[in-house]
């Protein structure tokens, strides 16, 4: 293993999903803003078990990709299905619970919430899917034991450094056991060795199965964690590389 902690109890990825089923497929997407087409045609397939990191400049539409697969946004043209479900059929409301029980995100800046200790912000993710605040609270303890940062459960976001504030930003990700997990420039906000920690959990996550899709602009990070590499330009996946698996 990578990290001080072995991932037992994190239980990836969704019940249903058997390794090699397709999490995600795109299908002509397209996406435009106004005047401004961000994805022209986008397709893109990954299956479960995959890590697959998605690489390209500024403005070349890997943002807006990501955004379409957790559901914060809609595509103009084009299909997008996550775990069989397409997102384009489901109302505002269902897809917010569909996004709650399938899909887990981690962001650069944590998201975390700053009024709430550690142990809260983590029980919140299971909380709004309807999960008792006990039950939650047991399951958010077990995470963060999991991921090493147990002995920080009353500590509030403002105390917390970097690195504990992502693993903490993971373990709500992991929540609710979703069938995929989005890391949006996982480790940009970390120093190099809090994000070393974090490439290594991401690294160990995919080897107890779970299905990772990384947007970054970090080579070292789309190398080391994962399996595939996929490079947009102008809207459109430009080149597909396959890499080692991560280790």
Do not use: W
């Amino acid at each position: 293993m990578t990290t001080d902690h072995k991932l037992t109890t994190v239980s990836p990825p969704g019940a249903t999903t058997s390794r090699g089923d397709a999490v995600v497929r795109l299908a002509g997407v397209q996406k435009e803003y106004g005047d401004t087409k961000a994805l022209d045609g986008l397709e893109l397939e990954i299956r479960a078990g995959e890590a697959v990191a998605v690489m390209g400049p500024s403005g070349c539409g890997k943002s807006t990709m990501l955004n379409l697969v957790a559901g914060l946004d809609r595509a103009t043209a084009g299909t997008v299905e996550v775990h069989g479900q397409d997102l384009g059929a489901l109302d505002e409301t269902a897809l917010a619970l569909f996004r709650r029980r399938h899909i887990g995100m981690i962001f650069q800046f944590f998201n975390l919430i700053d009024d709430l200790p550690a142990l809260d912000n983590v029980a919140l993710a299971a909380q709004l899917t309807g999960v008792s605040a006990r039950q939650a609270r047991r399951r958010a303890l077990e995470l963060l034991d999991e991921l090493g940062v147990a002995d920080r459960k009353d500590a509030y976001p403002a105390v917390l450094s970097g690195g504990q504030r992502q693993r903490i930003a993971v373990a709500r990700a992991l929540m609710n056991r979703p069938a995929l997990l989005l890391a949006d420039e996982p480790t940009g906000a970390l120093d190099s060795r809090s994000g070393e920690q974090v490439m290594d959990l991401l690294i160990d996550l995919n080897q107890i199965g779970q299905t990772l899709l990384i947007v970054t602009h970090d080579p070292q990070l789309a190398h080391r964690c994962a399996s595939r590499l996929v490079e947009v330009a102008d809207g459109r996946v430009a080149r597909e590389t396959m890499l080692e698996t991560p280790k």
